[in-house]
């Protein structure tokens, strides 16, 4: 029913593969983890070069640690704090070619240099964030912030988050 290798081509071709196997997934089930849960694993294994793939919700001011792949992560980030905080309080995408160049950068992973983050938007509110690190610096580009804030607007309108 789904890849089990890894999807090939270009990053825009990637991303629609990807974009087609989480439509799938979602198609039956409207419950946020569970499809927080899909696409994380979509991604870890869809994308070249990528060491973490997941999500954090939002929670009173904190960002919490949801669903992903890759090594155990920080559990909380307050706003406004980290690429994650400060997507989030932006209410944007940001991408970052060197983490160590990052003012507050949160360390969780040692192995990570660049990292991509999208806010998940609904309604004009942020209710968490899908972050992807890579241990290449610069591995991030406008067609991956593209892939992923469709994917991200795909995951909030198929998913019952409250």
Not at 100 to 121: M, N, Q, W
Request: contains cysteine; glycine residues 10%; proline residues 5%.
């Amino acid at each position: 029913m789904f890849a089990t290798e890894r999807p090939t081509g270009t990053t825009q071709e990637i991303y629609r593969e990807i974009f087609l196997q989480a439509r799938g997934l979602f198609e039956a089930e409207r419950d946020a983890i569970a499809n927080a849960a899909n696409l994380a694993a979509l991604l870890y294994g869809g994308l070249e070069n990528v060491n973490w793939a997941g999500f954090y919700f939002l929670k009173g001011d904190d960002l919490v640690l949801g669903p992903f792949q890759g090594q155990p992560a920080c559990v909380r980030v307050p706003m406004g704090r980290g690429v994650c905080g400060t997507a989030a309080q932006r209410k944007e995408a940001i991408m970052v070619p060197d983490v160590e160049k990052f003012p507050g950068h949160i360390a969780c992973d040692t192995a990570s240099r660049s990292e991509i983050v999208v806010p998940l938007l609904k309604q004009g509110g942020v209710v968490g964030v899908l972050d992807i690190d890579s241990p290449i610096c610069n591995r991030f580009s406008e067609e991956d912030r593209l892939g992923l804030e469709t994917l991200a607007a795909l995951w909030v309108e198929s998913s019952d988050y409250s």
